[in-house]
């Protein structure tokens, strides 16, 4: 069974740095891409940043320059190095990761989220 497993996130102050990892266990497919995303209150659930298997990454707009994601493929971790961190970066993170079944079909699965919560 998959398990993906999320740590790192707290509490900051404004124009802190946070970093969250992720490890995914619990199956012998390969891993497509990894991402992360965010859910503040009352709001949807948002991407942050996406890394394909190749390395290529993606961010949200109101993220980039502050946000890093990376990934070790032979650990099968994802990490976001937060920086700069606003009151506005409050929220749930999730990990969600794609592994490769076949050629035609993925299977996705999400992390169950970690806190990160900046202060003014």
């Known amino acids: 069974q998959v398990q993906l497993v999320e740590s790192g996130g707290g509490l900051v102050q404004a124009g802190g740095s946070l970093r969250l990892s992720c490890a995914a266990s619990?199956?012998?497919?390969?891993?497509?891409?990894m991402a992360w995303y965010r859910q503040a209150p009352g709001k949807q659930r948002e991407l942050v940043a996406t890394i394909t298997s190749g390395g290529s990454t993606n961010y949200a707009d109101s993220v980039k320059g502050r946000f890093s994601i990376s990934r070790d493929n032979a650990k099968n971790t994802v990490d976001l190095q937060m920086h700069s961190l606003k009151p506005e970066d409050t929220a749930v993170y999730y990990c969600?990761?794609?592994?490769?079944?076949?050629?035609?079909?993925?299977?996705?699965?999400w992390g169950q989220g970690t806190q990160v919560t900046v202060s003014s």
């Open positions: 619990g199956s012998s497919f390969s891993i497509n891409s």
């Open positions: 969600y990761v794609v592994y490769r079944i076949n050629s035609f079909s993925n299977s996705a699965y």
